[in-house]
Nanobody, 123 residues
Framework: QVQLVESGGGLVQAGGSLRLSCAAN????????MAWFRQAPGKEREFVVV????????YYADSVKGRFTISRDNAKNTVYLQMNSLKPEDTAVYYC????????????????WGQGTQVTVSS
């Protein structure tokens, strides 16, 4: 069992930056690929980015490529999402998720989810 807790969300103006964190309990954090998803009001949850167990491989959605950066610190059981050049369309609840198999890009590929953190980007 893995419990995930996101933090770092908030209100920021367009063009600004935020850094999200996702802390995991348990001693098996380094076994999991970790991802960020987001869900805007009235929309389905969508994939943002995934990082493999040791941080060597990442995959970004086209909508955030070049603006967002995922990283992880296995010693701290934490994954981060640095978000730069934020746009109003980035407004959503951001969720971190853990997968024991591969690097999925769909909601169904993940075994554990956090409760989410709200990111609001004003124009």
């Amino acid at each position: 069992q893995v419990q995930l807790v996101e933090s770092g969300g908030g209100l920021v103006q367009a063009g600004g930056s935020l850094r999200l964190s996702c802390a995991a309990n348990g001693r098996t954090f380094s076994s999991y690929a970790m991802a960020w998803f987001r869900q805007a009001p009235g929309k389905e949850r969508e994939f943002v980015v995934v990082i493999n167990w040791n941080g060597a491989n990442t995959y970004y959605a086209d909508s955030v490529k070049g603006r967002f950066t995922i990283s992880r610190d296995n010693a701290k059981n934490t994954v981060y999402l640095q978000m730069n050049s934020l746009k109003p369309e980035d407004t959503a609840v951001y969720y971190c998720a853990a997968s024991i198999v591969g690097m999925p890009r769909s909601v169904g590929g993940y075994d554990y989810w956090g409760q989410g953190t709200q990111v609001t980007v004003s124009s």
